[in-house]
């Protein structure tokens, strides 16, 4: 049973940067498949990005070239570089892994409690 813990998350000003931080708990996380989804008041949760375990990567449109996701397997953590953020990035961020998934829907089997980011205008 893998646990994931976000952190990195609070407050920016539009045009600013944030990092957000996972860390697993698995001692196999180089097997794993790593993503962050976000979710809004009131709206469903997102595909942000996901880093597999061969370490290709994919965004969304809206974040390309905006958001970086990344890993450190020695650590067991996993990344979210978040620049130029904008109000309508105010969300909870999720972290999740899973060993074979690595698409856009949110059928990860293992997810973190989320970190908030706020963007003020």
């Known amino acids: 049973q893998m646990e994931l813990v976000e952190s990195g998350g609070g407050l920016v000003q539009a045009g600013g940067s944030l990092r957000l931080s996972c860390t697993a708990s698995e001692r196999t996380f180089n097997n794993y498949n790593m993503a962050w989804f976000r979710q809004a008041p009131g709206k469903e949760r997102e595909f942000v990005a996901t880093i597999t375990w061969k370490f290709d990567t994919y965004y969304t449109d809206s974040e390309k070239g905006r958001f970086t996701i990344s890993r450190d397997n020695f650590k067991k953590m996993a990344f979210l570089q978040m620049n130029s953020l904008k109000p309508e990035d105010t969300a909870v961020y999720f972290c999740?892994?899973?060993?074979?998934?690595?698409?856009?829907?949110?059928?990860?089997?293992?997810w973190g409690q989320g970190t908030q980011v706020t963007v003020s205008s």
């Open positions: 999740a892994a899973d060993q074979w998934y690595s698409g856009e829907s949110p059928e990860y089997a293992y």
